[in-house]
């Protein structure tokens, strides 16, 4: 069986990374609070605790996202 790489899928090779999978998923939208800023200027959401950065947002932004990359330890996401 072959597994491959882009496979963004809920198995233990999916999301970026070898644990447990992200609280959010890749194409999806959801609604968050941007809590912080990331030293690169990018405002910091979390969801269950998961950062999720999103540039162009500044602290308590009230916005839509669409997650576009899952990492193990983090998402990447656009504002809607």
């Not at 998923?25 to 941007?34: A, D, P, R, S, W």
């Not at 996202?65 to 983090?74: A, E, S």
């Amino acid at each position: 069986m072959m597994i491959s790489l882009y496979d963004n899928s809920k198995s233990s090779f999916g999301a970026g990374g070898f644990g447990p999978s992200a609280p959010v998923e890749t194409g999806k939208e959801y609604n968050v609070e941007i809590e912080d800023l990331s030293k690169q200027g990018d405002g910091i959401a979390r969801i269950e605790g998961f950062v999720i950065f999103v540039p162009e947002t500044g602290v308590g932004d009230k916005v839509t996202i669409l997650v576009d990359k899952i990492m193990q330890r983090f998402a990447i996401a656009h504002k809607v």
